[in-house]
């Protein structure tokens, strides 16, 4: 399986190179074979004499006799912007590629189908249904028959999905050191953060970087991974960007859940899983540097892959000529005009327009210094960071009218302006909110036009999980289309070809 001795090519990538980033070398040669393709990044692991001496020195003992700390290290993969990473708008010429990857599509929706009639034959009645293939272990699982494991995508799905979470990873790194880089430590520490939390602001793009090197690696190395972009950011201050970033980080975590149970490759799944496990951690940290309850819901939802890309694209301007594109949609943008604010001591109090900047995951603008409660040192009313901010007022509540507006399709977007908005759907009928477990919908009401934009407004619904968790709460995702079909986050992305606008990320609580 190695087409070139000494040149360890993972076709079968082995158990531990892909994650650890195996060193490989890629060569014309043999990528003009053209089977088994070159696959991880071509870096060579190294040994930093200095952190080895550190750690022998601190334990007192010679680094011979400390297992694996003479090993050889994989590297990061390194970003393409490097140093001075500068931000704001596409101002480059228009792009000479516009659209969403694609080829032939076979039809426009994908049909809504019976169950498998196999997904209702097992009877979990306490018994082994089925013959063990060794002791300890029942019968069934996927990948559990002893075959090697291979980190590689193994279909255009995994392919696109892992590259858009590369996409998101890459904004992510460069949001969390930018907002490090912005602001100073008088802003930091007005916002209730010590040198320790700003410390673990540095750590999560650390944390990043190794994301950004596993998908990178995922994608099969130089040939499948795609650079670090420009982006333009909508935040002003220490409290805005932390809004931004829990929004962004909620799209993010979101974004993969909607997936991961679809890859081909569950080695691909696994892997993800133990990186948005932490992207999960990041989001809640960030709501808690926003003075926002930590989580105030019992369950997590997965939103489609052209949703999550919808709501990245307007935050990256530019990116260099050898990035990959995307195959998913980006639909024309909602806009939620009285969106709770979460800077306010009193959000029932939130009036039309109280975000900042632009796109889904505008920030809540920071209101007058006797209304913010950034700061505010009154219990039930301080959204300054903290573990745990529980709000006298919630930010919304069942029955809250919401207002809307969204745009037609046809406009660039994303990276060099080279993406296009587009909907199948017929004009819209209904909010869908998307949250937890389930959707739920509600009537648009009042649909008006003007000036190339379209308004409208809705009554946020009173739904639950389970008896005690109201479904519609944290920084959720509402869209507006032409069906009330039922859905769930395991099919989703069968609403698509009926969303004429969003989605948007409502700031439920
Ligand atoms: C449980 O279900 C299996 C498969 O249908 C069946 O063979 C077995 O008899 C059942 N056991 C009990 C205790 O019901
Ligand atoms: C092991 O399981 C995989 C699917 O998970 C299957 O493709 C493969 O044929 C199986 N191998 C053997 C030896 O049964
Ligand atoms: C985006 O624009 C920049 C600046 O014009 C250009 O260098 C880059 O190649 C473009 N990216 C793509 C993917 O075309
Ligand atoms: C919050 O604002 C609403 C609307 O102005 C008001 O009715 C309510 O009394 C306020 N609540 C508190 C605790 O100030
Ligand atoms: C809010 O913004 C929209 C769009 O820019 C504008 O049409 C509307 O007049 C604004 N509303 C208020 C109350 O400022
Ligand atoms: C805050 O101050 C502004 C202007 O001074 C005033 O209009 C507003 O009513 C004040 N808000 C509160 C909650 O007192
Ligand atoms: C907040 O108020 C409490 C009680 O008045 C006081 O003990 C505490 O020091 C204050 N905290 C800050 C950060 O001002
Ligand atoms: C927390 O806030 C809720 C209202 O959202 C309130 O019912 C509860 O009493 C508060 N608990 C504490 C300990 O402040
Ligand atoms: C969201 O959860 C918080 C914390 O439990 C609660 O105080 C608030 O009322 C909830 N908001 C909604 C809209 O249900
Ligand atoms: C989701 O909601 C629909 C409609 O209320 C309901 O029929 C379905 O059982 C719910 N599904 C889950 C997984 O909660
Ligand atoms: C929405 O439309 C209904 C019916 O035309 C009207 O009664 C209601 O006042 C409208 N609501 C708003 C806020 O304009
Ligand atoms: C869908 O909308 C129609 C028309 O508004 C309504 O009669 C029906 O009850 C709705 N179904 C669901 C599942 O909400």
Same mark, same amino acid.
């Given at each position: 399986?190695?087409?070139?001795?000494?040149?360890?090519?993972?076709?079968?990538?082995?158990?531990?190179?892909?994650?650890?980033?195996?060193?490989?070398?890629?060569?014309?040669?043999?990528?003009?074979?053209?089977?088994?393709?070159?696959?991880?990044?071509?870096?060579?692991?190294? !040994?930093?004499?200095?952190?080895?001496?550190? !750690?022998?020195?601190?334990?007192?003992?010679?680094?011979?006799?400390?297992?694996?700390?003479?090993?050889?290290?994989?590297?990061?993969?390194?970003?393409?912007?490097?140093?001075?990473?500068?931000?704001?708008?596409?101002?480059?010429?228009?792009?000479?590629?516009?659209?969403?990857?694609?080829?032939?599509?076979?039809?426009?929706?994908?049909?809504?189908?019976?169950?498998?009639?196999?997904?209702?034959?097992?009877?979990?009645?306490?018994?082994?249904?089925?013959?063990?293939?060794?002791?300890?272990?029942?019968?069934?699982?996927?990948?559990?028959?002893?075959?090697?494991? !291979?980190?590689?995508?193994?279909?255009?799905?995994?392919?696109?999905?892992? +590259?858009?979470?590369?996409?998101?990873?890459?904004?992510?790194?460069?949001?969390?050191?930018?907002?490090?880089?912005?602001?100073?430590?008088?802003?930091?520490?007005?916002?209730?953060?010590?040198?320790?939390?700003?410390?673990?602001?540095?750590?999560?793009?650390?944390?990043?970087?190794?994301?950004?090197?596993?998908?990178?690696?995922?994608?099969?190395?130089?040939?499948?991974?795609?650079?670090?972009?420009?982006?333009?950011?909508?935040?002003?201050?220490?409290?805005?960007?932390?809004?931004?970033?829990?929004?962004?980080?909620?799209?993010?975590?979101?974004?993969?859940?909607?997936?991961?149970?679809?890859?081909?490759?569950?080695?691909?799944?696994? +892997?993800?899983?133990?990186?948005?496990?932490?992207?999960?951690?990041?989001?809640?940290?960030?709501?808690?540097?926003?003075?926002?309850?930590?989580?105030?819901?019992?369950?997590?939802?997965?939103?489609?892959?052209?949703?999550?890309?919808?709501?990245?694209?307007?935050?990256?301007?530019?990116?260099?000529?050898?990035?990959?594109?995307?195959?998913?949609?980006?639909?024309?943008?909602?806009? !939620?005009?009285?969106?709770?604010?979460?800077?306010?001591?009193?959000?029932?109090?939130? =009036?039309?327009?109280?975000?900042?900047?632009?796109?889904?995951?505008?920030?809540?603008?920071?209101?007058?210094?006797?209304?913010?409660?950034?700061?505010?040192?009154?219990?039930?009313?301080?959204?300054?960071?903290?573990?745990?901010?529980?709000?006298?007022?919630?930010?919304?509540?069942?029955?809250?009218?919401?207002? +809307?507006?969204?745009?037609?399709?046809?406009?660039?977007? =994303?990276?060099?302006?080279?993406?296009?908005?587009?909907?199948?759907?017929?004009?819209?009928?209904?909010?869908?909110?998307?949250?937890?477990?389930?959707?739920?919908?509600?009537?648009?009401?009042?649909?008006?036009?003007?000036?190339?934009?379209?308004?409208?407004?809705?009554?946020?619904?009173?739904?639950?999980?389970?008896?005690?968790?109201?479904?519609?709460?944290?920084?959720?995702?509402?869209?507006?289309?032409?069906?009330?079909?039922?859905?769930?986050?395991?099919?989703?992305?069968?609403?698509?070809?009926?969303?004429?606008? =969003?989605?948007?990320?409502?700031?439920?609580?």
């Amino acid at each position: 399986m190695f087409f070139k001795a000494g040149v360890a090519v993972g076709f079968i990538a082995a158990a531990s190179a892909v994650p650890q980033a195996a060193t490989t070398t890629s060569s014309p040669t043999a990528s003009s074979t053209g089977y088994p393709l070159p696959y991880s990044y071509p870096q060579q692991p190294s !040994v930093n004499s200095a952190a080895i001496s550190s !750690v022998a020195s601190h334990a007192g003992i010679p680094a011979s006799e400390i297992p694996g700390a003479t090993n050889a290290v994989p590297p990061i993969v390194s970003s393409q912007v490097t140093g001075v990473t500068s931000h704001g708008p596409y101002s480059g010429p228009p792009p000479t590629t516009t659209g969403a990857i694609s080829n032939s599509p076979a039809g426009t929706a994908i049909p809504m189908l019976p169950p498998n009639p196999t997904a209702l034959v097992y009877n979990p009645n306490g018994t082994l249904n089925n013959q063990q293939p060794i002791p300890y272990q029942p019968a069934g699982g996927l990948g559990t028959n002893g075959t090697e494991p !291979v980190y590689r995508v193994q279909s255009d799905f995994d392919y696109q999905s892992i +590259l858009l979470g590369l996409y998101q990873e890459w904004i992510e790194l460069d949001l969390f050191h930018n907002i490090l880089a912005t602001f100073s430590e008088e802003e930091f520490t007005a916002a209730g953060l010590t040198p320790s939390d700003r410390f673990l602001i540095e750590f999560m793009a650390d944390q990043e970087s190794g994301h950004a090197t596993l998908l990178s690696n995922l994608l099969g190395g130089p040939s499948g991974a795609t650079p670090q972009c420009t982006y333009n950011y909508p935040f002003t201050t220490v409290h805005e960007a932390f809004d931004f970033t829990q929004k962004l980080t909620r799209f993010g975590e979101s974004g993969v859940w909607g997936f991961q149970a679809h890859l081909d490759s569950r080695e691909c799944a696994q +892997l993800l899983d133990q990186s948005i496990a932490t992207e999960a951690r990041q989001q809640m940290i960030f709501r808690q540097f926003a003075g926002l309850f930590p989580m105030p819901v019992w369950f997590e939802t997965g939103i489609p892959q052209s949703w999550a890309w919808t709501l990245l694209a307007p935050y990256i301007s530019e990116c260099p000529a050898n990035s990959k594109r995307l195959v998913w949609q980006n639909f024309p943008a909602l806009h !939620v005009l009285n969106q709770p604010n979460s800077a306010r001591r009193n959000a029932t109090q939130t =009036g039309f327009n109280e975000t900042t900047g632009f796109g889904p995951a505008a920030p809540s603008s920071d209101p007058p210094a006797n209304e913010t409660c950034v700061g505010y040192n009154v219990t039930g009313f301080d959204c300054s960071a903290s573990v745990s901010q529980n709000r006298s007022v919630p930010l919304s509540y069942p029955g809250r009218e919401v207002f +809307l507006s969204w745009e037609n399709p046809g406009k660039a977007v =994303g990276p060099n302006n080279s993406y296009i908005t587009a909907t199948s759907a017929g004009p819209p009928e209904f909010v869908l909110w998307v949250s937890q477990l389930n959707i739920t919908y509600s009537p648009l009401t009042n649909i008006t036009a003007r000036n190339g934009m379209n308004y409208g407004q809705t009554i946020q619904p009173d739904v639950s999980t389970y008896e005690g968790d109201p479904a519609i709460n944290g920084t959720m995702f509402i869209a507006l289309t032409d069906t009330n079909t039922s859905y769930t986050a395991f099919n989703l992305s069968n609403v698509n070809p009926h969303v004429a606008a =969003g989605p948007f990320l409502y700031q439920a609580g």
